[in-house]
Nanobody
Framework: QLQLVESGGGLVQPGGSLRLSCAGSGSNLNYYGIGWFRQVPGKEREGVSCITSSDGSTYYADSVKGRFTISMDNAKNTVYLQMNRLKPEDTAVYYC??????????????????WGQGTQVTVSS
């Protein structure tokens, strides 16, 4: 059974950077599509980025394109989300998710079986 644990959230000033980590255990992330999502209280969860393990293809929401980068370290069984030029509107709880069926084509919709517990990102001066 795959388990996911996010880390790296925190408080950062506008324009700053954070790197979120999503560590997998119990199964090899090489066989999954992995996505990052975020949610603000009272709003629906939003897909931010995803990566397909089959060929490393990456996808981004328009709101983060050019600022966020998703990557995978196979040796550490970990997926990262590098977030640069952060804005107050990036404030949210960030979740990672994984699904075997999305191994070849990940999506920015909530079609993932496995989810982490989330990590808070706050962008404020």
């Amino acid at each position: 059974q795959l388990q996911l644990v996010e880390s790296g959230g925190g408080l950062v000033q506008p324009g700053g950077s954070l790197r979120l980590s999503c560590a997998g255990s119990g199964s090899n992330l090489n066989y999954y599509g992995i996505g990052w999502f975020r949610q603000v209280p009272g709003k629906e969860r939003e897909g931010v980025s995803c990566i397909t393990s089959s060929d490393g293809s990456t996808y981004y929401a328009d709101s983060v394109k050019g600022r966020f980068t998703i990557s995978m370290d196979n040796a550490k069984n970990t997926v990262y989300l590098q977030m640069n030029r952060l804005k107050p509107e990036d404030t949210a709880v960030y979740y990672c998710a994984a699904d075997r069926l999305l191994f070849r084509l990940c999506v920015l919709r909530e079609e993932y079986d496995y989810w982490g517990q989330g990590t808070q990102v706050t962008v404020s001066s």
